[in-house]
């Protein structure tokens, strides 16, 4: 048996992760603020994680084999858990993302988003403790609760015959089920390799294919509006190349689904409440 610190980790794909990691025998602890309780059988401490000194009397004389961070944003959350966790976290699991890749981000937002999640990477890199850093796909699944409601956009789009935003020459991009990126960061935490690793199932699709696959499910054929370089578009539609490689991960053993495997289910279950004849 492990001790795993879990840090977030009590809604949509964490709570999976920290199920498993619980079913596989070992002792679980969730750090949050308070706002959602662990599953039955989970340790649960109390702390903003940006307030050092609450952080660590929560913490207390604690030691953990494992912390996986979930909710690791900005350059300064990483350096206040470099400190805390020095000489305390035999190993630290950051949830990054393949935005760290994006040469162009299309919004402020994103920008300083991808900004702060690679300055967050590059801070832990240099920690006292071995560092992982596992670059997710864009994450999909729930139902009509999937977190991100990009799906559901495609849906409500196309089932409605409203055109979809999408650029004259879109380029791939790679996506992974939420209850995978949850197996994918177990097998991390249980595993030893350090550094980057990219998560995502394999095969990539340009938004023009994940439109057709809505469009097959509902029955009605997607109808699209280009827009011009630079321009604003539909989510997944990028005027640039923006798919991962999952090779190092396959090579250490993951064993990835394919999109085309899960992706026509998870467009059921978010059509089905609005467009229940078609699926």
């Known amino acids: ?3 795993f610190l879990v840090i977030g980790g009590s809604r949509y794909f964490g709570r999976r992760l920290v199920t498993s990691l619980r079913d596989a025998g070992h002792q679980v602890t969730v750090l949050n603020r308070g706002s959602a309780a662990p599953p039955p059988g989970v340790g649960h ?11 660590r009397t929560a913490l207390g004389r604690r030691s953990f084999d494992v912390v996986l961070d979930q909710v690791c944003y900005t350059p300064e959350q990483a350096a206040l858990a470099r400190r805390v966790f020095a000489g305390t976290a035999g190993r630290y ?9 994006d040469p162009a981000p299309p919004t402020p937002e994103a920008a300083a988003y991808a900004r702060g999640k690679r300055e967050a ?6 920690a006292e403790f071995p560092f992982v850093a596992v670059r997710s796909a864009h994450v999909l699944g729930g139902g009509p609760a999937e977190f991100t409601g990009r799906l ?7 089932g409605s015959g409203a055109p ?36 995502a199932s394999h095969g990539a ?24 370089a630079g321009g ?11 798919a991962l490689d999952n090779s190092r991960a396959t090579a250490l053993g993951f064993r990835f689904t394919r999109t085309t495997d899960w992706l026509p289910g998870e467009i059921a279950e978010v059509a089905r409440p609005a467009f229940r004849d078609h699926v």
């Open 1 to 3: 048996m492990r001790n």
């Open 45 to 55: 401490l109390v702390a903003d994680r940006e307030d050092e000194a609450r952080l």
């Open 93 to 101: 699991v950051m949830t990054s993302t393949m935005e760290v890749y």
């Open 121 to 126: 990477e590059a801070e832990l890199t240099d």
């Open 152 to 158: 559901a956009h495609y849906v409500e789009r196309i």
């Open 164 to 199: 979809v935003d999408v650029h004259e020459a879109p380029h791939p991009t790679s996506f992974i089920h939420h209850h995978e990126i949850a197996d994918f960061l177990r097998w991390t935490a249980e595993e030893s390799f350090t550094g980057p690793v990219d998560a």
């Open 205 to 228: 699709l340009t938004v023009t294919e994940l439109c057709e696959l809505i469009g097959e499910r509902l029955g009605r054929r997607p109808r699209y509006r280009t827009v011009g």
């Open 232 to 242: 604003p578009a539909s989510p997944f539609s990028f005027d640039r190349g923006y």
